[in-house]
């Protein structure tokens, strides 16, 4: 992975170089992206748009979100690539743990695109992430109707319902997840937490039936 990574930062980095010789208004000394030039041609302005958001690609695969956000917002100044560039940009802002610009961002796209279920399974995602653990709850049980071919959804929500300490349902939805995703690379590390929680059960039993048997305890 390392080795995989320096290849591509030692490519990327050429190609930004290269590139950066095409944009004498972009600012090095700060992260602002400026806008082109009044006065070019539209071709150009096209070509300076789609370039930003090349270069933001580069960046968002050198995982430097920060600056690939600021250029896929540049890139958002060319209508045919508005929308291209702002759901990258929502990305950015999942990666770098932005939930409140995020969970705004994916909004917006819902609206445009109102039966969208990935954008639906973001949203849920990001609303936990948030601690809006409710509105998460609700959303995976309308996506597992929706999606019920999809162990993702299924995983996440148990794992919400485990954050939310409701162990009952939590279990019975794993046991669900046994049953129809038997291959699922997520049954036992969650098979892992139930272990956990019972282990955790019989100890807290075992002292109180310690506790209990103490003879300063017992009544005469």
Same mark, same amino acid.
């Given at each position: 992975?390392?080795?995989?990574?320096?290849?591509?930062? $030692? @490519?990327? +980095?050429a190609?930004?170089?290269?590139? =950066?010789?095409?944009f004498?208004?972009?600012?090095?000394? +700060?992260?602002?992206?400026?806008?082109?030039?009044?006065g070019?041609?539209?071709?150009?302005?096209?070509?300076?748009?789609? &370039?930003?958001?090349?270069?933001? /690609?580069?960046y968002?695969?050198?995982?430097?979100? /920060?600056?690939?956000?600021?250029?896929?917002?540049?890139?958002?100044?060319?209508? /045919?690539?508005?929308?291209?560039?702002? !759901?990258?940009?929502?990305?950015?802002?999942?990666?770098?743990?932005?939930?409140?610009?995020?969970?705004?961002a994916y909004?917006?796209?819902?609206? @445009?695109?109102?039966e969208?279920?990935?954008?639906?399974?973001?949203? =849920?995602?990001? !609303? =936990?992430?948030?601690?809006?653990?409710?509105?998460?709850?609700?959303l995976?049980? &309308?996506?597992?109707e929706?999606?019920?071919e999809s162990?993702? *959804?299924? &995983?996440? !929500?148990?794992c919400?319902?485990l954050?939310?300490?409701? $162990?009952d349902?939590?279990?019975i939805?794993y046991n669900?997840?046994k049953?129809?995703?038997? /291959? +699922? $690379?997520?049954?036992?590390?969650?098979?892992k937490?139930?272990? +956990?929680? #019972? $282990?955790n059960?019989?100890?807290?039993e075992?002292?109180?039936t #310690?506790?209990?048997?103490?003879? #300063?305890? *017992?009544?005469?």
């Amino acid at each position: 992975m390392k080795l995989k990574r320096l290849f591509w930062a $030692k @490519r990327c +980095s050429a190609v930004l170089i290269c590139t =950066a010789g095409l944009f004498l208004n972009i600012s090095c000394s +700060s992260n602002k992206v400026a806008v082109p030039i009044p006065g070019q041609s539209d071709a150009v302005i096209s070509n300076i748009y789609i &370039e930003y958001q090349n270069i933001a /690609d580069i960046y968002f695969g050198l995982e430097k979100f /920060d600056k690939a956000e600021n250029y896929y917002k540049a890139a958002m100044g060319n209508k /045919d690539i508005y929308w291209t560039s702002y !759901y990258k940009l929502a990305k950015c802002y999942v990666y770098q743990s932005k939930w409140g610009d995020a969970q705004t961002a994916y909004e917006t796209m819902l609206k @445009r695109d109102p039966e969208n279920t990935t954008l639906q399974s973001s949203i =849920a995602y990001i !609303y =936990a992430m948030n601690g809006n653990i409710d509105k998460a709850l609700e959303l995976y049980k &309308e996506l597992i109707e929706k999606i019920p071919e999809s162990s993702d *959804v299924l &995983e996440n !929500y148990i794992c919400v319902l485990l954050a939310d300490e409701q $162990k009952d349902e939590a279990s019975i939805q794993y046991n669900v997840l046994k049953e129809k995703f038997p /291959d +699922s $690379k997520r049954l036992e590390e969650l098979g892992k937490q139930f272990e +956990s929680d #019972e $282990k955790n059960e019989g100890s807290e039993e075992s002292e109180n039936t #310690e506790e209990s048997e103490n003879p #300063e305890d *017992v009544k005469a």
